[in-house]
């Protein structure tokens, strides 16, 4: 049975997590040490775009009044408000049994964890459909407004968005499951050409998109949440997860990513 790390953070602000998650990625490739699944949170709430995402997208006043971060993620996809919800991250090398294979198939395989871990939470979702590039509608700005393939969808509606980022020799692939709050919250820091514009996204949002407590009726804390996801990845992948925290060159990693990267406007700004 494949060992894999398990890391549980508390929460941290959104540009450190995503520095972690690339120093884990190239920590976990470079000396060849086993996967991770990482959980974590956000703190204080944080807006992150997909990598080729326009920052144009993002309202910076209406971010500066609510005191929300902002940054860009390293994987693809759409813009998502990180609060109230719990985050995974997985890295692996290319050749690890449970990436394997095209992206499709790896994202495939990796989303049969996430349905084991609502399942056993209470929740009976549906990952099954893939997309064709006609059918992927890249123009809205919101993740949890768009279909994407094999995302994790409860009662017809989006549950867990996800996206993958193939780099350095390894996978890094991150998601999120709101646990409860306004869905369409984060259309309040998104430009729109206009209120009418930005009304219909709300609507959209609504009809799409859901949160765990919405599908179960009662709220799941974080720590529930967290013991499912880690069994249901054990159980679905085959694999034996053990507790593990950053090294200390993952941390310094971290560290310099964060500095030389996470927090410039070169990266998030583009």
């Known amino acids: 049975m494949e060992k894999w790390r398990l890391i549980l953070c508390p929460p941290r602000p959104g540009r450190l997590n995503m520095a972690i998650d690339e120093a884990l990625l190239q920590s976990t490739v ?32 209406a971010l500066l009044e609510k005191g929300w971060d902002f940054v860009r993620r390293p994987t693809g996809g759409r813009a998502i408000l990180h609060t109230d919800e719990l985050t995974y991250s997985i890295c692996a090398p290319l050749d690890a049994p449970a990436v394997q294979g095209s992206v499709l198939e790896s994202y495939r395989r990796l989303s049969g964890g ?11 979702a549906n990952a099954d459909k893939e997309y064709s590039n006609s059918q992927l509608n890249r123009e809205h700005p919101v993740c949890f407004e768009v279909p994407s393939n094999y995302e994790i969808t409860a009662n017809g ?8 980022s193939r780099k350095m020799g390894g996978v890094l692939q991150h998601g999120t499951l709101p646990l409860l709050g306004d869905i369409a919250r984060i259309n309040d820091v998104l430009n729109f050409p206009d209120e009418t514009s930005k009304s219909q996204a709300r609507s959209r949002i609504y009809s799409h998109a859901t949160t765990l407590e919405e599908v179960l009726g009662r709220r799941v804390e974080w ?22 925290t950053l090294s200390i060159e993952e941390n310094q990693l971290a560290e310099v990513l964060l500095a030389e990267k996470y927090v410039t406007i070169a990266w998030n700004c583009k």
């Open 30 to 61: 470079k000396n060849a040490s086993a996967p991770v699944l990482r959980l974590f949170a956000w703190e204080p709430a944080c807006l992150s775009l997909g990598f080729a995402q326009p920052s144009s997208d993002v309202d910076e006043e």
């Open 114 to 124: 996430l349905l084991e871990a609502l399942y056993i939470l209470g929740v009976c």
């Open 157 to 164: 509606k989006k549950l867990i968005g996800s996206a993958q």
């Open 223 to 244: 720590g529930e949440a967290a013991r499912a996801f880690a069994l249901g990845f054990e159980k679905a992948l085959g694999i034996s997860l053990f507790e593990s």
